[in-house]
């Protein structure tokens, strides 16, 4: 019990090394998050009477864009910081990739894809998202593995209030100063996310073809309005933060597309 505890107290963001290759847990916890994504929406996509390779070719399409476009996303924001090195565009190990970037390529891919195989895309998006956002849940504590995404300065003796574990507390001091757990924040209102989508998207007459997806953006844009006021490594835009203001734009939008689609029966439930 000792050695485990000691062993939590210090953890290194460094999973291992393959071949020379060093592997880090941001990489091994985004990677779990993606495949648990993946089965959810495989079994679900089952139930929907969706095929399999539907999923499969979402899979090797959507990812590695999707992985691409979150780095252009944070590059775009931070351009400042590149500029005069384009090289280190290029350099994703030293970190820097945006999720809203991510999803938002995602979101095109699978649209696109649904185009050329005529499939309808709302249906495919109900499936997916509950997996995604849990995906996000997990890749949090990829940040918190490379202790980063955090908040504000704090005190001990505020996180011990929280009632938080000493293996967090631990790892929110950096450089000799304690930080808000920001990363946790995000992941337990993410996991609440996908618990309350789960035990509700069955019910019969409760979620018309789209609104699993709609609840989702809405879900997480409005958390991550509030969590991202707190945290310290905020993209801007001006004087403004850029994953603000997309959220913002994504809960108005999404609400008002859910009550323009009820209200206006002969609109169509996907998008051709």
């Not at 539907?54 to 910081?81: C, E, H, M, Q």
């Not at 993209?235 to 689609?261: D, K, N, P, Y």
Request: aromatic share 14%; hydrophobic share 50%.
């Amino acid at each position: 019990m000792t050695k485990i505890m000691l062993n939590l107290e210090t953890l290194n963001p460094i999973f291992g090394n393959f071949f020379g290759l060093e592997i880090r847990w941001y990489g091994v916890i985004i990677t779990s998050g993606i495949v648990i994504a993946f089965l959810m929406a495989l079994r679900e996509g089952r139930r929907v009477g969706l095929p399999d390779d539907t999923f499969y070719d979402i899979l090797l399409l959507a990812v590695p864009l999707s992985i691409v476009g979150a780095r252009i996303y944070y590059v775009a924001f931070d351009w400042k910081n590149y500029q005069h090195d384009l090289l280190a565009i290029f350099d994703i190990r030293q970190g820097g990739i945006a999720i809203y970037g991510g999803l938002i390529t995602g979101l095109l891919v699978i649209y696109l894809y649904c185009r050329h195989k005529k499939l309808n895309m709302w249906q495919i998006l109900d499936v997916v998202t509950p997996g995604v956002l849990l995906a996000q849940a997990m890749g949090r504590w990829g940040n918190f593995m490379n202790q980063e995404a955090h908040g504000e300065i704090t005190t001990r003796a505020f996180l011990e209030s929280l009632h938080l574990p000493n293996f967090i507390i631990d790892q929110m001091k950096i450089n000799g100063v304690y930080y808000q757990p920001t990363f946790l924040y995000e992941s337990l209102w993410s996991l609440i996310g996908v618990i309350i989508i789960l035990a509700l998207r069955h019910r019969k007459q409760l979620f018309k073809q789209g609104e699993i997806a709609l609840t989702y953006v809405i879900w997480y844009s409005v958390g991550r309005f509030f969590i991202e006021g707190m945290r310290t490594d905020s993209l801007m835009f001006g004087t403004m933060r850029v994953s603000q203001v997309l959220a913002l734009i994504l809960v108005l939008g999404s609400g008002l597309l859910i009550i323009v689609r009820r209200k206006n029966r002969k609109l169509k439930w996907y998008i051709e």
